[in-house]
């Protein structure tokens, strides 16, 4: 655990720079450039949150990124998402347990489950680095294991959601504040796992193509 607990914040550096210099470069690029929005959004409307896909990635795409790098930044921003969410439970489940509140083992359940999405997506961002082996037997391995991973990141939130459904957390307001961010964190998660399978559809693609020309006789 406190090798994970490392990691992650040595990743949090790592992101913070992604998010600040693609901010500064995607903004001038969508400026200067309007590809960049076209790029996003012919991805994005194959998103169930289509909308949200654009707002959250346009900032860090430019016309010459490349499926994998938006699946990537798509990655990298749940991530995020699940970080913020997470701190926010932990404080209010710390709040509760102070107060010996009835309500505290239902938001630690979630707390423990959001916990568990932010390792399983850390592990999906740094699984996608892996991606681009030439080898397609090893290349199903990693796409399995992410498209594994991210499914059950959304199987956590929503199971988080479901069982706070029926507690007052310390008030309407908390109550509201944590369902909105863990429901934004099963949104940028459906639309990571679309773009990730669209880039997986891709490459697969591509590989049986350049197979099908070098055993051309």
Known sequence: MEKITLSLILFLFNIAVFLFVGAVEGTSASRSQPRANKLVESHCRHTRYPKLCMTSL??????????????????????????????????VCKQLQ???????????????????????????????????????????WHRSNVQTWLSTVLTDVFTCMDGISGYKLGGYKVKTTIKAKVLNVAQVTSNALALFNGYAVRHRDSHHSNSGKINKP
């Open 98 to 140: 102070q107060t010996k509140s009835k309500d505290y083992q239902a938001v630690k359940d979630c707390l423990d489950q959001i916990s568990d999405g932010v390792s399983l997506l850390f592990n999906s961002v740094e699984e996608l680095h892996h991606l681009n082996l030439d080898k397609e037997s090893e290349f199903v």
């Open 58 to 91: 346009s900032n860090y795409v430019t016309p010459a990124t490349e499926p994998q790098q938006l699946a990537q930044a798509a990655l990298k921003v749940s991530l995020v998402k699940a970080i913020y969410t997470k701190a926010y439970v932990n404080k």
